[in-house]
């Protein structure tokens, strides 16, 4: 189904607004309720909300997030090597959402689960102070003017980010983008609510023994190639 104002209702943060909801007509939909067991879909990635560990995992390991899974070679080695931590994997892209649920599927070890959602939904999605990490790499850079509005790295994901992580959560970033890090920098300038545990304009060079360091993504591993610097950011909750 299409409903007519779908673009238009997009813009004006409304996907950061109690009324929004999820407007689209795409075959992938449908094809991804074929992983109901670990995906959720739209609004049914927001029925969970305070309850991930209660009822879905039915454990009190840590919640450990990830938006912007892409094809997900992060989500799939981190879970692997981490068994005791309770991973939610988040994307909006359909297509991208299935090829990875495929993938998924065949993992032993389902100590995740798969949200088909956008990340502006972060705080309907996660009650405040459920969440000990946030990852969040390689984002779309949107590196035209008139589009920068659309990064996802602004005042309402951060103050998004602030509620869910416990205090003492931690938000990890890395970017390839200069302009993009530098829009971050500046909307971290006068955020006190926060501890800059980790900056680097050269992640690789200057860290590389920290764990950002130990894996590459898909996107990552093109920027490499390329010989682009890998720019950081290490958010701890005060
Ligand atoms: C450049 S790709 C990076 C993918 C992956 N993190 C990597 O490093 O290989 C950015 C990903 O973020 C997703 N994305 C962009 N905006 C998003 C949003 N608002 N909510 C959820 N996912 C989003 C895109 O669909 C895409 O898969």
């Known amino acids: 189904m299409t409903i007519p104002n779908a673009k238009k209702n997009m813009d004006d943060n409304f996907c950061y607004r109690t009324d929004f909801k999820y407007t689209h007509d795409n075959p992938y939909h449908d094809k991804l ?23 879905i995992f039915q454990n009190d390991k840590p919640l450990e997030i990830e938006i912007g899974t892409g094809y ?15 991973f939610i994997g988040c994307d909006h892209r359909f297509k991208r959402s299935f090829s990875l649920a495929k993938k998924l599927d065949k993992m032993e070890h389902k100590n995740f ?8 939904r972060l705080e309907f999605m996660f009650q405040e102070n459920e969440v000990q990490s946030i990852f969040y790499f390689f984002p779309d850079p949107w590196p035209k003017n008139r589009h920068n509005k659309k990064r996802l790295f602004q005042t309402p994901f951060l103050n998004a ?25 500046n909307h971290l300038k006068d955020e006190k609510r926060f501890e800059v545990l980790l900056q680097s304009r050269d992640l690789r060079n200057e860290y590389p023994e920290h764990f950002l360091s130990q894996f590459t993504t898909k996107f990552e591993k093109i920027f490499l190639s390329q010989a682009t610097l890998i720019k950081s950011i290490v958010l701890r909750k005060i």
Not at 113 to 120: H, S, T
Request: hydrophobic letters at 30%.
């Open 72 to 86: 997900g070679e992060f989500m799939i080695e981190y879970c692997q090597k981490n068994p005791d931590i309770n």
């Open 161 to 185: 980010c602030h509620k869910v992580l416990k205090p003492g959560g931690t938000l990890f970033v890395k970017t390839d983008h200069d302009g993009y890090f530098d829009w971050m920098l």
């Open 113 to 120: 689960r798969y949200l088909r959602a956008r990340g502006e």
């Open 33 to 55: 309720a074929g992983f109901e067991t670990f995906v959720l879909r739209d609004e049914q990635a927001e029925s969970n909300i305070g309850k991930w560990n209660e009822r």
